[in-house]
C-alpha cells in the first residue's frame, strides 16, 4: 500500500522538475526547429546506439534501431483520449507533450531520426563515458527496446526516457538527470532560510485570503516538515 504523504510529495517534485524545464518545450513548430539542421550522419549510427539530444535544462534520449528509425519514450496525452494509431503516431507537439507529462502517460515509439532530434545536434553513447558502465551488446540493446514498445505510465522522476535508454543499454533504470534535480531539492529543504521563506509566505496567505483550514494548515506544516527534514 501506497504511503499517501510519499506519493504526494513524489508529484510535487515532479510538477517542480517540470517547471523548473519548461523552457525545453519551445513554443515553435517541428518545422521551425527542423530547418535550423535537417541532416544528419544516419550511417554513422549503429544498431543499439544510444542517441543523445541536449536541450536547454535536459537531455532527450532514444535507442536506434537501423533504417532511420529510433525509439524513445515520449509522453503524450493523446494516447489516454483515442486509439487511432493514425493521430498518435504524428510527430507529438509540445502541448500534447507538456499534457502527457501531467496526465503521467506516454508512449516508447519509433520516430525518424529527424523527428527524434526535432533539428537539434545528436551525440552518440555518450552515457558509456558519463556513468562509466559497460554497455550490452547492441543487438541486445535494440532487442530490448523493441520489446518495450507501446505504452507505459510517465513519470519525470521515476520512469522517463533516461530510465527506458539506461535499461535498454546497462540493464539498470537510472535517471541521472533526475537523481541531480533530487538533490538540489535536499539543499534548499536542509537551508533554513527555506523554512522561514515558507513560514513568511505562508503568514501572507493567511493575512491575504482569511484564516481558513487551506491557509492555516499548509502555512503551520509546511515549515515544520522543512524544518523537521533539515
Aim: glycine share 6%.
Amino acid at each position: 500500500m501506497k504511503n499517501p504523504m510519499l506519493e504526494a510529495l513524489s508529484q510535487l517534485l515532479e510538477k517542480l522538475l517540470l517547471i523548473s524545464n519548461f523552457k525545453l518545450f519551445s513554443s515553435g513548430t517541428p518545422g521551425e526547429d527542423k530547418a535550423k539542421n535537417s541532416y544528419y550522419e544516419i550511417s554513422s549510427f549503429l544498431r543499439g546506439d544510444v542517441l543523445e539530444v541536449p536541450r536547454t535544462h535536459l537531455t532527450h534520449y532514444g535507442i536506434y534501431l537501423g533504417d532511420n528509425r529510433v525509439a524513445h519514450m515520449m509522453p503524450d496525452i493523446l494516447l489516454a483520449l483515442t486509439k487511432d494509431k493514425g493521430r498518435t503516431q504524428k510527430v507529438v507537439s509540445n502541448k500534447r507533450l507538456i499534457l502527457g507529462v501531467i496526465g503521467r502517460i506516454a508512449s516508447i515509439r519509433v520516430d525518424t531520426v529527424e523527428d527524434f532530434a526535432y533539428g537539434a545536434d545528436i551525440l552518440v553513447n555518450h552515457l558509456d563515458k558519463s556513468l562509466k558502465k559497460k554497455a550490452l551488446l547492441n543487438e541486445e540493446v535494440a532487442q530490448r527496446a523493441e520489446k518495450l514498445l507501446g505504452i507505459t505510465p510517465y513519470s519525470l522522476l521515476w520512469n522517463n526516457c533516461e530510465h527506458f535508454v539506461t535499461y535498454c543499454r546497462f540493464g539498470t533504470s537510472i535517471s541521472p538527470q533526475a537523481d541531480k534535480f533530487c538533490e538540489n531539492v535536499k539543499i534548499i529543504i536542509r537551508d533554513e532560510r527555506s523554512v522561514l521563506a515558507s513560514a513568511v509566505l505562508g503568514l501572507a496567505s493567511i493575512v491575504c485570503l482569511g484564516l481558513a483550514s487551506y491557509t492555516t494548515l499548509p502555512a503551520i506544516f509546511i515549515p515544520f516538515f522543512l524544518w523537521m527534514a533539515g
